[in-house]
């Protein structure tokens, strides 16, 4: 059963980067077809994608092309997240997710990550 | 960028059938994925492709486009149904594009 799990600092202040990982479990990250994805969702509001990673092509939300990076740790078998200078509207529920075809079959449970000095 | 419009609120009596919106431009043309979000948990894909379920999900969960609108059906409404559901699109770029989202409520 594949699991996974995002961590990182939950408290960021005004133009810091921030930095997250989602660890996976119970399946490879270099499997194929599967892309890897970050998405967020304020709070109470809706969900953004942020970016994903594909075989080590990335595709990112052109709203945040410029202040995102997005990677991957085959060694420890885990998707990275870093967004740059970050302010209080990237306050949010963050989550990975895994899909391929388009469909996002599996998500971690999410982080909120808060913005504030 | 493609623009996926929902209705923000629906509310069905439990034992009816509830329809979802999701406007877009051609969506017809595209393949169209639902996701229900319950409070505090992340989205659970509840149809894709359209019309089709994963594994575990209730028949009573349906779904159609054509056009420029696609619908997730609801039938034999329960109290348990009652979430956030947002469509969503893969567009050409690669990109992955949700609907507003719909808060959908059980009398």
């Known amino acids: 059963q594949l699991q996974m799990q995002e961590s990182g600092p939950g408290l960021v202040k005004p133009s810091e980067t921030l930095s997250l990982t989602c660890a996976v479990s119970?399946?490879?990250?270099?499997?194929?077809?599967?892309?890897w994805g970050w998405l967020r969702q304020p709070p109470g509001k809706g969900l953004e994608w942020i970016g994903s990673i594909y075989e080590a092509t990335t595709y990112y939300n052109p709203s945040l092309h410029s202040r995102v990076a997005i990677s991957i740790d085959t060694s420890k078998n885990h998707v990275s997240l870093k967004l740059t200078s970050m302010t209080a509207a990237d306050t949010a529920v963050y989550y990975c997710a895994r899909y391929n075809g388009g469909k996002l079959w599996a998500w971690g449970q999410g982080t909120l990550v808060t913005v504030s000095s | 960028s493609y623009v996926l419009t929902q209705p923000p609120s629906v509310s069905v009596a439990p034992g009816q059938t509830a329809k979802i919106t999701c406007g877009g431009n051609?969506?017809?043309?595209?393949?169209v994925h639902w996701y229900q979000q319950k409070p505090g948990q992340a989205p659970v894909l509840v149809v894709y492709d359209d019309s089709d379920r994963p594994s575990g999900i209730p028949e009573r969960f349906s779904g159609s486009n054509s056009g420029n609108t696609a619908t997730l059906m609801i039938s034999r409404v329960e109290a348990g149904d009652e979430a956030d559901y947002y469509c969503?699109?893969?567009?050409?770029?690669?990109?992955?594009?949700f609907g507003t989202g719909t808060h959908f409520t059980v009398l």
């Open positions: 119970g399946g490879s990250i270099t499997t194929s077809y599967y892309y």
């Open positions: 969503q699109v893969w567009d050409n770029s690669r990109d992955l594009v």
């Open positions: 051609n969506i017809g043309r595209k393949s």
